[in-house]
Nanobody, 116 residues
Framework: QVQLVESGGGLVQPGGSLRLSCVTS????????MSWYRQAPGKERELVAI????????NYADSVKGRFTISRDNAKNTVYLQMNSLKPEDTAVYYC?????????WGQGTQVTVSS
């Protein structure tokens, strides 16, 4: 059974930091490209960051470059998103995604709210 479970979301003030985690099981994590997406109310889901397999190449949306860092631990089947210098416009539900060929899995999402 495939599972992707996000955690680490919450309420944070502008300028603050959060670290999201996505613990996975049920598939061969190390060969999958792992991504974080987000969806704000009334907006489409957008790609935030991706880390590829096997090279670990990363890529980011322009809106988060220099503030967010994606990483993975293949031994723990976990992908992370370190978010610094958070802005109100980063408020969204953040989703973990795993993709390999035609296999495409999603987590249930974790809410991030940036507000004073």
């Amino acid at each position: 059974q495939v599972q992707l479970v996000e955690s680490g979301g919450g309420l944070v003030q502008p300028g603050g930091s959060l670290r999201l985690s996505c613990v996975t099981s049920g598939f061969r994590f190390s060969i999958y490209d792992m991504s974080w997406y987000r969806q704000a109310p009334g907006k489409e889901r957008e790609l935030v960051a991706i880390i590829t397999s096997p090279r670990g190449t990363t890529n980011y949306a322009d809106s988060v470059k220099g503030r967010f860092t994606i990483s993975r631990d293949n031994a723990k089947n976990t992908v992370y998103l370190q978010m610094n210098s958070l802005k109100p416009e980063d408020t969204a539900v953040y989703y973990c995604n795993a993709k390999y060929w035609t296999y495409n899995y999603w987590g249930q999402g974790t809410q991030v709210t940036v507000s004073s």
